[in-house]
């Protein structure tokens, strides 16, 4: 028997592909100097279906328009930020995606020093956008999710502070997604147990009590929040969901933190629904400390690309305004380009950017922890 | 005699031997499959056991604080013996507990009430048999958790949950349920045990059916009483089949992610399973010993359930004699039963299709007024402008969901062939050679891909393909869904086999029919019912699979299932049940032809 497994796994080797991988590293190296009239000559030279993962439904309205426009063949894959880094660490050419656009800035640091995943910036941006937007990952756009609750009845928790969430009568009224399904929920309340959070977690406490937090057996008040809001918290399914339930008229009293972007679905009550932050501009006050939480959606080719100057020309493509139309057309989507402005209506990103907590990957990665005790939190 | 002619002798012995050996077809039928299935299935086995004591990539080693690609027991210490914040307890202890609940309780719910309907259909003479009959597997071709959906949206209310709507029962009827019916242990187990119940109706059903009338005709003229009958006689024969029910249920309800995600989220109720789904994001190590412990499990009921079918009992049930059934009747009961049976089975069958179809009409949730119901999410035109939510065009004008229909269609064929004929050859195989070890081993091994999760085999066949190169797209596909679907094959093929007796195909033997015209033209004539089941069953599987192509399908739109998750996960609630509708409908309309070209059909392996 174990004959039998060696011989087979060594004609498994011998089955291998050994066919040299183009180095992709090369060719951004190479497609960075290229002016757009040669990066599309580039690309209609290579041959075959370009292929790309994104978690963002969009990427597919935004890749039919690509197409068109460069009479490109395209397939566009909508996946969930985690099955896109499974497929990236196993797939082997062929099938795999010579590009992605994916969420969740810890895993994709991984996903960088691992070798899975290469930047590539494309000139016409390169001195518009900020280093960090740049640099170790592009950044396609910033998406937030927000405190938004339900405004119908007399018991509308119209909150300006986040302790007000651990309050005891919020319990079961706080409605947020399980932070174990979906990583960029995990990362915000990793965040808020970082010093700069926690220390303004403390202050915002204190202006809601009156009187210093007692911190009793929490390592800071980020840990006390936390903890705190978990125990109010009841997980829904989706996003989407989320933003449906709590803008039914029998959900008065209910507070989501969902994204912001689901307020355009038509399945949404959205008249029964208010925007903290939106509320705080208009009235000229702040939702202390914090109004929800934004993070970045990167756009990466995949090492293993077999068609990278299509790749880098559809990012060359996703970053202009057009190229963000099928995102920027509704609210809820950031371009970090600061001339892609906004949607009326909605606030600009650097008032987001002062309001809600962005994630930071190295400390994060560094957390694993802080995870642990954010479980034992979701659990009980 | 000199030494050289005894090594003669001894040599030809040896190849008189070897040839009498492999002049048994039902011999080589076992070598081949012993062979081909150590491949498919200790290979991953071995890998996955690799990965459970390899450190990964990413976060695993920087927790771990050891280098990537090392091996330790990190994994091991930290699942099972972490006290610091519950993390052991969290991440596996209660979810172990949980899943056993959920899974036991599953299990005997299928066997009750499909054992229990398969009585009365096969042996009373019960009213309205032929729509019991068709619609008993209702719950099986629908994805499950779209029962997990429906009993969500038909029973939540703002006292529970999400607290936010309230669902048909307490919008129309006014009833508010309480919240251990709706979500946890309890209706976790309950849509499990519904689901898995069709497993139960075809196996006891197809054994109570063919059973030889002898044994309880001799008991009645004996004047024993019914139970004692009963008890006595019909539940020590269909005991094989109650236990690979049990089996194939328990192993099934341990590894079922979407229905403890739907039912137990909300309160916090935690299985193995969706442990492992989370585990494998960021701590795969952990996941795959999860993996190990469920296929453990399994392993510990599959040994007991060879060892009852394994022994040298018998438990032919069709022989050469035949036997006419008597049909026990129901008297003054048999209307009220009748009615009872209608109701539930309508509840639990129609009613949500009636719920898928409505759902995917209306525009806002919640709202079932006729102003908020459009087609347009079945033939509308130009979406994208004007509800701003899912694809452009309705889904029967959507190429991409037909391109899909044919896919999963040629998948699930193809599948149920090859899972179906080699299920066949394994029954005759193991049946012919009761008792040898080679038999029981390839019995074993032939069930083997059942007890993995078909989540993890998913990802240890995409770890694996990634070393084959051209091992892709639809060759992948099927070979995982054949492997994965062989027990259900197998097991009927096993099931059936056993009932014959061996003087059937002994007539045909002396007058010198060869082998393969033994097969066409006797054994699987008498027992045509289990075995198209045997190729029906992998064919409805594969239709509605979900967790086992997820990783594995080259994009998401390839197959229809996927389709309906991604669609489902976005919140495109209208396409997602539309779609979840054209499958149910697809695989209604397949065992309808089935059933007029051959007069088989999944019920039909039971009858009525």
């Given at each position: 028997?174990?004959?039998?497994?060696?011989?087979?796994?060594?004609?498994?080797?011998?089955?291998?592909?050994?066919?040299?991988?183009?180095?992709?590293?090369?060719?951004?190296?190479?497609?960075?100097?290229?002016?757009?009239?040669?990066?599309?000559?580039?690309?209609?030279?290579?041959?075959?279906?370009?292929?790309?993962?994104?978690?963002?439904?969009?990427?597919?309205?935004?890749?039919?328009?690509?197409?068109?426009?460069?009479?490109?063949?395209?397939?566009?894959?909508?996946?969930?930020?985690?099955?896109?880094?499974?497929?990236?660490?196993?797939?082997?050419?062929?099938?795999?995606?010579?590009?992605?656009?994916?969420?969740?800035?810890?895993?994709?640091?991984?996903?960088?020093?691992?070798?899975?995943?290469?930047?590539?910036?494309?000139?016409?941006?390169?001195?518009?956008?900020?280093?960090?937007?740049?640099?170790?990952?592009?950044?396609?756009?910033?998406?937030?999710k927000l405190f938004i609750y339900?405004?119908?009845?007399?018991?509308?928790p119209?909150i300006?502070n986040v302790w007000e969430l651990t309050a005891p009568e919020m319990k079961g009224n706080v409605i947020f997604k399980n932070p174990e399904s979906e990583k960029v929920n995990m990362n915000f309340l990793v965040m808020c147990t970082k010093?700069?959070w926690a220390?303004k977690l403390a202050?915002a406490y204190?202006?809601w009590k009156?009187?210093?937090i007692d911190l009793g057996e929490y390592k800071n008040a980020g840990y006390k929040w936390v903890a705190e809001f978990l125990a109010n918290v009841t997980f829904g399914k989706s996003d989407?969901s989320i933003?449906?339930e709590v803008?039914?008229?029998?959900?008065?009293g209910k507070i989501g933190l969902f994204v912001?972007?689901?307020?355009?679905?038509?399945?949404?009550?959205?008249?029964?629904?208010?925007?903290a932050?939106?509320?705080?501009?208009?009235?000229?006050?702040?939702v202390k400390p914090f109004a929800g939480f934004?993070y970045?959606?990167?756009?990466?080719?995949?090492?293993?690309?077999?068609?990278?100057?299509?790749?880098?020309?559809?990012?060359?493509?996703?970053?202009?305004?057009?190229?963000?139309?099928?995102?920027?057309?509704?609210?809820?989507?950031?371009?970090?380009?600061?001339?892609?402005?906004?949607?009326?209506?909605?606030?600009?990103?650097?008032?987001?950017?002062?309001?809600l907590v962005?994630e930071?990957?190295?400390y994060i990665?560094?957390s694993f922890e802080v995870e642990d005790f954010i479980l034992q939190h979701c659990q009980n | 005699?000199?030494?050289?002619?005894?090594?003669?002798?001894?040599?030809?012995?040896?190849?008189?031997?070897?040839?009498?050996?492999?002049?048994?077809?039902?011999?080589?039928?076992?070598?081949?499959?012993?062979?081909?299935?150590?491949?498919?299935?200790?290979?991953?086995?071995?890998?996955?056991?690799?990965?459970?004591?390899?450190?990964?990539?990413?976060?695993?080693?920087?927790?771990?604080?050891?280098?990537?690609?090392?091996?330790?027991?990190?994994?091991?210490?930290?699942?099972?013996?972490?006290?610091e914040n519950d993390y052991?307890w969290i991440q596996?202890?209660q979810p172990?507990?949980?899943?056993?609940?959920?899974?036991?309780?599953?299990?005997?719910?299928?066997?009750?009430?499909?054992?229990?309907?398969?009585?009365?259909?096969?042996?009373?003479?019960?009213?309205?048999?032929?729509?019991?009959?068709?619609?008993?597997?209702?719950?099986?071709?629908?994805?499950?958790?779209?029962?997990?959906?429906?009993?969500?949206?038909?029973?939540?209310?703002?006292?529970i949950g999400l607290k936010t709507?309230?669902?048909?029962?307490?919008?129309?009827?006014?009833?508010?349920?309480?919240e251990?019916?709706?979500y946890g242990?309890?209706?976790?187990?309950?849509?499990?045990?519904?689901?898995?119940?069709?497993?139960?109706?075809?196996?006891?059903?197809?054994?109570?059916?063919?059973?030889?009338?002898?044994?309880?005709?001799?008991?009645?003229?004996?004047?024993?009483?019914?139970?004692?009958?009963?008890?006595?006689?019909?539940?020590?024969?269909?005991?094989?089949?109650?236990?690979?029910?049990?089996?194939?249920?328990?192993?099934?309800?341990?590894?079922?992610?979407?229905?403890?995600v739907?039912?137990g989220s909300p309160v916090r109720y935690y299985?193995?399973?969706t442990k492992?789904?989370s585990l494998?994001d960021s701590?795969?190590?952990?996941?795959?010993?999860?993996?190990?412990?469920?296929?453990?499990?399994?392993?510990?009921?599959?040994?007991?359930?060879?060892?009852?079918?394994?022994?040298?009992?018998?438990?032919?049930?069709?022989?050469?004699?035949?036997?006419?059934?008597?049909?026990?009747?129901?008297?003054?009961?048999?209307?009220?039963?009748?009615?009872?049976?209608?109701?539930?089975?309508?509840?639990?069958?129609?009613?949500?299709?009636?719920?898928?179809?409505?759902?995917?009409?209306?525009?806002?949730?919640?709202?079932?007024?006729?102003?908020?119901?459009?087609?347009?999410?079945?033939?509308?035109?130009?979406?994208?402008?004007?509800?701003?939510?899912?694809?452009?065009?309705?889904?029967?004008?959507?190429?991409?969901?037909?391109?899909?229909?044919?896919?999963?269609?040629?998948?699930?064929?193809?599948?149920?062939?090859?899972?179906?004929?080699?299920?066949?050859?394994?029954?005759?195989?193991?049946?012919?050679?009761?008792?040898?070890?080679?038999?029981?081993?390839?019995?074993?091994?032939?069930?083997?891909?059942?007890?993995?999760?078909?989540?993890?085999?998913?990802?240890?066949?995409?770890?694996?393909?990634?070393?084959?190169?051209?091992?892709?797209?639809?060759?992948?596909?099927?070979?995982?869904?054949?492997?994965?679907?062989?027990?259900?094959?197998?097991?009927?093929?096993?099931?059936?086999?056993?009932?014959?007796?061996?003087?059937?195909?002994?007539?045909?033997?002396?007058?010198?029919?060869?082998?393969?015209?033994?097969?066409?033209?006797?054994?699987?004539?008498?027992?045509?019912?289990?075995?198209?089941?045997?190729?029906?069953?992998?064919?409805?599987?594969?239709?509605?699979?979900?967790?086992?192509?997820?990783?594995?399908?080259?994009?998401?739109?390839?197959?229809?299932?996927?389709?309906?998750?991604?669609?489902?996960?976005?919140?495109?609630?209208?396409?997602?049940?539309?779609?979840?509708?054209?499958?149910?409908?697809?695989?209604?309309?397949?065992?309808?032809?089935?059933?007029?070209?051959?007069?088989?059909?999944?019920?039909?392996?039971?009858?009525?």
């Amino acid at each position: 028997m174990k004959k039998f497994v060696s011989l087979l796994l060594a004609l498994m080797m011998a089955l291998c592909a050994v066919g040299a991988l183009a180095d992709v590293a090369a060719d951004i190296e190479a497609g960075q100097a290229l002016s757009h009239d040669e990066l599309v000559e580039k690309a209609k030279a290579e041959s075959g279906t370009f292929v790309v993962y994104g978690n963002t439904s969009r990427i597919s309205t935004a890749a039919e328009e690509f197409a068109a426009l460069y009479d490109i063949t395209v397939e566009s894959n909508n996946l969930k930020d985690q099955e896109i880094y499974t497929k990236l660490r196993s797939e082997n050419g062929n099938s795999a995606a010579d590009m992605v656009m994916i969420q969740d800035g810890a895993q994709l640091t991984d996903a960088i020093d691992e070798g899975l995943v290469l930047n590539f910036v494309p000139a016409a941006v390169a001195d518009v956008l900020d280093e960090a937007d740049q640099q170790p990952a592009l950044v396609h756009q910033y998406i937030n999710k927000l405190f938004i609750y339900n405004n119908l009845g007399d018991n509308v928790p119209a909150i300006k502070n986040v302790w007000e969430l651990t309050a005891p009568e919020m319990k079961g009224n706080v409605i947020f997604k399980n932070p174990e399904s979906e990583k960029v929920n995990m990362n915000f309340l990793v965040m808020c147990t970082k010093d700069e959070w926690a220390d303004k977690l403390a202050a915002a406490y204190e202006e809601w009590k009156g009187e210093a937090i007692d911190l009793g057996e929490y390592k800071n008040a980020g840990y006390k929040w936390v903890a705190e809001f978990l125990a109010n918290v009841t997980f829904g399914k989706s996003d989407t969901s989320i933003a449906e339930e709590v803008s039914q008229e029998t959900a008065s009293g209910k507070i989501g933190l969902f994204v912001l972007s689901k307020l355009r679905s038509s399945s949404v009550l959205t008249d029964n629904l208010t925007v903290a932050q939106y509320d705080a501009s208009a009235e000229g006050y702040e939702v202390k400390p914090f109004a929800g939480f934004m993070y970045p959606m990167y756009t990466m080719i995949n090492t293993q690309a077999t068609r990278p100057y299509t790749g880098m020309l559809f990012i060359e493509y996703l970053m202009t305004q057009e190229g963000f139309q099928p995102w920027g057309k509704s609210i809820g989507a950031y371009s970090p380009n600061a001339a892609i402005t906004v949607n009326e209506g909605d606030l600009t990103i650097d008032v987001w950017k002062d309001t809600l907590v962005m994630e930071d990957a190295e400390y994060i990665l560094d957390s694993f922890e802080v995870e642990d005790f954010i479980l034992q939190h979701c659990q009980n | 005699m000199d030494q050289a002619q005894t090594r003669n002798f001894q040599a030809s012995r040896l190849k008189g031997r070897l040839q009498a050996w492999f002049s048994k077809p039902a011999n080589i039928i076992l070598l081949v499959f012993l062979i081909s299935l150590a491949v498919l299935t200790l290979y991953p086995l071995l890998s996955m056991l690799t990965e459970t004591v390899t450190i990964h990539t990413g976060r695993e080693a920087r927790a771990a604080k050891l280098t990537a690609g090392s091996l330790s027991l990190y994994h091991f210490e930290r699942l099972f013996a972490t006290a610091e914040n519950d993390y052991s307890w969290i991440q596996f202890y209660q979810p172990f507990l949980n899943t056993l609940i959920v899974s036991v309780a599953a299990s005997v719910i299928a066997i009750l009430f499909g054992g229990v309907v398969a009585f009365l259909v096969t042996r009373t003479n019960l009213k309205y048999k032929k729509f019991v009959s068709a619609v008993f597997t209702f719950p099986y071709i629908m994805p499950s958790w779209t029962l997990a959906l429906f009993w969500e949206t038909f029973f939540k209310n703002v006292n529970i949950g999400l607290k936010t709507s309230n669902g048909i029962m307490a919008s129309v009827f006014g009833v508010f349920m309480p919240e251990w019916f709706v979500y946890g242990a309890f209706p976790i187990a309950l849509v499990l045990g519904l689901h898995y119940a069709p497993f139960a109706y075809i196996l006891i059903g197809g054994i109570l059916r063919n059973m030889d009338a002898n044994l309880e005709e001799a008991a009645t003229i004996l004047k024993t009483s019914r139970a004692r009958i009963i008890w006595k006689i019909t539940l020590p024969i269909v005991k094989p089949a109650m236990l690979s029910t049990f089996l194939l249920v328990f192993a099934s309800s341990m590894s079922a992610y979407s229905v403890p995600v739907f039912l137990g989220s909300p309160v916090r109720y935690y299985v193995l399973s969706t442990k492992m789904k989370s585990l494998m994001d960021s701590y795969p190590g952990q996941a795959y010993i999860i993996v190990g412990v469920m296929i453990l499990f399994g392993v510990a009921i599959l040994l007991l359930n060879q060892k009852v079918t394994n022994s040298r009992k018998q438990f032919t049930t069709v022989t050469g004699k035949s036997g006419q059934i008597s049909k026990i009747s129901l008297g003054k009961a048999n209307r009220p039963l009748a009615i009872i049976l209608v109701i539930i089975l309508l509840l639990v069958a129609v009613v949500p299709l009636i719920t898928f179809a409505l759902e995917s009409v209306i525009i806002k949730a919640g709202d079932y007024s006729l102003s908020n119901m459009t087609l347009d999410f079945w033939i509308g035109t130009n979406l994208s402008e004007r509800l701003d939510q899912g694809d452009s065009t309705g889904i029967l004008l959507n190429p991409k969901v037909w391109n899909a229909l044919v896919y999963s269609l040629g998948l699930a064929v193809t599948c149920a062939l090859i899972a179906g004929t080699c299920g066949i050859l394994v029954g005759y195989g193991v049946a012919k050679r009761r008792g040898s070890k080679l038999a029981s081993w390839v019995n074993s091994l032939s069930f083997f891909p059942y007890l993995m999760p078909s989540l993890a085999f998913g990802a240890i066949y995409l770890a694996m393909s990634s070393r084959i190169p051209w091992l892709r797209g639809f060759l992948l596909l099927g070979l995982v869904g054949s492997v994965k679907y062989l027990p259900f094959a197998s097991r009927s093929g096993v099931n059936a086999m056993l009932q014959l007796s061996g003087e059937i195909e002994e007539a045909a033997v002396i007058t010198g029919v060869p082998w393969w015209k033994r097969m066409i033209r006797v054994i699987f004539p008498i027992q045509k019912s289990s075995f198209l089941s045997g190729y029906l069953l992998p064919m409805v599987s594969c239709m509605r699979e979900l967790s086992l192509f997820v990783l594995l399908v080259p994009t998401s739109n390839t197959i229809l299932t996927t389709m309906l998750m991604q669609y489902s996960e976005k919140g495109w609630a209208q396409f997602g049940n539309a779609i979840n509708l054209l499958i149910i409908i697809v695989v209604l309309l397949i065992n309808f032809i089935v059933n007029k070209l051959t007069g088989a059909s999944i019920d039909k392996g039971v009858g009525g």
